[in-house]
């Protein structure tokens, strides 16, 4: 079973950093994809970036390229986002998500290729 716990979420100003954190609880961390989406008041649910913790090869949208990082660390299990000059557009709900194996690109980037979530942490961006 594998558990799923963010934080780090909050208030902040366009242009500010927020750094999220997601403590994972599996039995072996190795061959996992680790994934962060976010979902907008009334949108859909939208990968941001995702991790595979097999090579630590990581993957990132368009629109969070050259923004945010992400990032784990082995002891405990956890995987970072690093957000820089966060946009009142990156507003919204973030979830910390998982799946067994690799990160396909049809997998990381939809929210039905991931298999586990967390119940997400709010970041609001104001102009």
Excluded: H
């Amino acid at each position: 079973q594998v558990q799923l716990l963010e934080s780090g979420g909050g208030s902040v100003s366009a242009g500010e950093s927020v750094r999220l954190s997601c403590r994972a609880t599996m039995g072996s961390a190795n061959g996992y994809c680790m994934g962060w989406f976010r979902q907008g008041q009334g949108k859909e649910r939208d990968a941001v970036a995702a991790l595979y913790t097999g090579t630590g090869y990581t993957f990132y949208t368009d629109s969070a390229k050259g923004r945010f990082t992400i990032s784990r660390d082995n002891a405990p299990s956890s995987q970072f986002l690093q957000m820089n000059t966060l946009k009142p557009e990156d507003s919204g709900m973030y979830y910390c998500a998982a799946r067994r194996g690799g990160c396909p690109q049809i997998a990381w980037t939809r929210s039905d290729g991931m298999d586990y979530w967390g119940q997400g942490t709010q970041v609001t961006v104001s102009s």
